[in-house]
């Protein structure tokens, strides 16, 4: 979807365009008329009338079509905002439409608000003006071009990987209690142990079955969602884009074996497969750097009674077919 820094993509091909912006030249809304007057477009809001096209359908308290020849304009502030909004729709390239429609609207109502001193009102019949669509329409364009080398641009400057560094499980942990509520969970390594209010299903069970499995650890750990003080592995997302996936579930077992798992259900996550095979590389790295240690992890999803997580690497659109049961009581060590 089109994001935020569009605004700034619209500027860029103004400013190709020959637009002046404003920390310029101070008198930048008298020159860009002039220069808009140059090349033809409508400035003068009160002399623009917005046509409604044919047979176009208003929402919500405006369902009345417009049929056959008939010619109608926009006269109302709602009319006007109907029209915008489907201009908006009809201009997002292949961007996602409804997420992008608004963000594009906006950032037009700011732009020609600041370079040519058009309140809301007049910028949406600016906007909408049939002798400046060709014009706009080129502007929108060439904006779309400068916003996709903008998110270029921005990859590659995200494309490093991102600071690591070393975690061990915190000595104070700070709970929002609107959020979180204290539970009974003994096996947990910070006591008293904290869960979200509005946990989900599968990590409610997949607690309660470490809990349950005492006998063969040592200690698990809720981890949080962001910050430094809590575990992530850098993977990169589908935009090619470093991101931070942080584990579900981190653990010992009484034979040693450190666990790192992230509770799914099936197709919950379209980046699930990416996240997956980042962790798997990192415990990978972890047995090459301590080759004395054991280390288990991946996704894990529930199937009826059981847990199933893989030990391989998985692609988009994977299935559990060959994953393996987990079993806490593979990992008790000797007796």
């Given at each position: 979807r089109?994001?935020?820094?569009?605004?700034?993509?619209?500027?860029?091909?103004?400013?190709?365009?020959?637009?002046?912006?404003?920390?310029?030249?101070?008198?930048?809304?008298?020159?860009?008329r002039k220069i808009l007057e140059s090349t033809l477009w409508d400035l003068d809001p009160?002399?623009?009338?917005?046509?409604?096209?044919?047979?176009?359908?208003?929402?919500?308290?405006?369902?009345?079509?417009?049929?056959?020849?008939?010619?109608?304009y926009a006269k109302t502030a709602s009319e006007l905002e109907h029209l915008l909004h489907h201009f908006c729709l009809d201009?997002?390239?292949?961007?996602?439409?409804?997420?992008?429609?608004?963000?594009l609207k906006y950032?037009?109502?700011?732009?020609?608000?600041?370079?040519?001193?058009?309140?809301?009102?007049?910028?949406?019949?600016?906007?909408?003006?049939?002798?400046?669509?060709?014009?706009?329409?080129?502007?929108?364009?060439?904006?779309?071009?400068?916003?996709?080398?903008?998110?270029?641009?921005?990859?590659?400057?995200?494309?490093r990987n991102p600071e690591e560094y070393p975690w061990e499980v915190p000595e104070v942990r700070f709970y929002d209690v609107e959020q979180y509520e204290e539970k009974l969970r003994p096996v947990h390594v910070m006591q008293p142990a904290f869960a979200q209010v509005k946990e989900s299903s599968p990590e409610k069970r997949f607690t309660e079955l470490l809990e349950s499995s005492k006998s063969c650890l040592e200690w698990w750990y809720k981890n949080g969602d962001h910050g430094k003080e809590h575990?992530?592995?850098?993977y990169r997302?589908?935009?090619?884009?470093?991101?931070?996936?942080?584990?579900?579930?981190?653990?010992?077992?009484?034979?040693?074996?450190?666990?790192?798992?992230?509770?799914?259900?099936?197709?919950?996550?379209?980046?699930?497969?990416?996240?997956?095979?980042?962790l798997l590389e990192y415990l990978n790295g972890l047995?090459?750097?301590?080759?004395?240690?054991?280390?288990?992890?991946?996704?894990?999803?529930?199937?009826?009674k059981s847990w199933k997580h893989c030990r391989n690497k998985l692609s988009a659109g994977f299935n559990l077919i060959g994953w393996n049961n987990f079993n806490?009581?593979?990992?008790?060590?000797?007796k």
């Open positions: 089109i994001g935020s820094k569009f605004r700034v993509a619209l500027e860029i091909a103004a400013k190709k365009a020959g637009w002046i912006a404003s920390h310029e030249n101070l008198k930048c809304v008298e020159l860009n009160k002399k623009i009338s917005a046509r409604i096209p044919k047979d176009f359908r208003f929402d919500g308290d405006h369902e009345q079509v417009v049929h056959g020849d008939t010619i109608r201009s997002c390239g292949d961007y996602a439409k409804i997420d992008s429609a608004p963000v950032a037009m109502l700011e732009f020609f608000g600041e370079y040519l001193g058009l309140d809301e009102f007049d910028a949406t019949k600016f906007i909408l003006s049939d002798n400046n669509q060709l014009n706009l329409s080129s502007l929108i364009k060439s904006s779309l071009t400068e916003y996709e080398q903008i998110l270029k641009e921005h990859a590659a400057t995200v494309s575990f992530a592995v850098p997302n589908a935009y090619g884009e470093w991101a931070l996936f942080y584990v579900d579930f981190l653990m010992k077992f009484k034979d040693g074996t450190l666990g790192f798992f992230d509770t799914k259900t099936e197709r919950s996550d379209a980046e699930s497969f990416r996240k997956h095979n980042a047995r090459t750097s301590r080759p004395k240690e054991k280390f288990v992890g991946g996704i894990i999803v529930e199937e009826g806490p009581k593979d990992y008790e060590g000797e």
